[in-house]
């Protein structure tokens, strides 16, 4: 069996998030397990080979076209959550979103089968876009390999001065979405006075829309944020450090 894996999320902003994360382990184990008769081929977009047998698209998009219509091969999909169907007022489609979101929610019902990450998004799937309950597989998501605890003084403490991290922190590793209340966060930490560390691109943002509804919560964060001394934006951090950050956390 050759199994196709679309991998365009590696090619965009979702490289950096949970989504790229996702797609790029997937395809690094499925090449490391590939066994005779079983093997991993990558495309992008409708660019599916002729030779797969099955095509995985690891990604779903509530209001953009990430799902073909027409599926020339059985197609499986995963649908790590429904946040912006459950909370539609933090995340306004607009009428052309509306549209695709419609189409998306067409296309699905041509899927063989829905991987998620949890039952509670199991149970969203089968609320708002009407999947067969029975037809939707939930894979909770692992920590990676290289996430180990990590007890050499040293290379604590090189993580420690490169980030200029106090002595006892908080830390949080994720993007500055509504759901993820990063303001109540921040409050929480101030009231236990308790230092906080966030890793992630958005943190750090400058350039982006701030007309958009949806970047509101990035706002106001940043304004709690800002010049501030308890809360640390380290930014995007690279794999090898982050066992590291999460060793030296308190919380």
Do not use: W
Request: glycine share 8%.
């Amino acid at each position: 069996m050759r199994v196709a894996v679309d991998v365009s999320g590696l090619k965009t902003g979702h490289q950096f998030r949970g989504v790229g994360i996702y797609t790029r382990r997937l395809t690094e184990a499925l090449k490391k397990n590939s066994f005779a008769g079983f093997s991993l081929v990558e495309f992008e977009g409708n660019n599916i080979p002729s030779e797969s047998d099955l095509v995985h698209y690891p990604f779903f998009d509530f209001f953009f076209l990430s799902l073909p219509l027409l599926k020339a091969k059985p197609t499986i999909v995963t649908i790590h959550d429904c946040t912006p169907l459950v909370f539609p007022e933090n995340y306004p489609p607009g009428l052309k979103g509306s549209l695709k979101y419609q189409i998306q929610k067409f296309s699905l019902k041509g899927v063989k089968r829905v991987i998620t990450d949890s039952q509670n998004s199991k149970k969203d799937i089968v609320h708002f876009l009407n999947y067969p309950e029975d037809r939707i597989d939930v894979v909770p998501l692992a920590a990676g390999n290289e996430l180990k605890k990590i007890t050499d003084f040293k290379t604590l403490e090189a993580i420690k001065r490169k980030y200029l991290l106090p002595g006892k922190f908080v830390l949080y590793v994720g993007d500055v979405n509504y759901n993820k209340n990063l303001p109540g966060l921040v409050k929480a930490c101030r009231k236990i006075g308790i230092s906080l560390a966030v890793v992630g691109k958005q943190a750090v943002s400058e350039n982006f829309d701030r007309g958009n509804i949806e970047n509101k919560p990035l706002i106001d964060f940043l304004k709690l944020v800002d010049e501030s001394k308890d809360v640390f934006r380290l930014g995007f951090v690279k794999e090898e450090e982050l066992a590291g950050l999460y060793s030296l956390a308190a919380c």
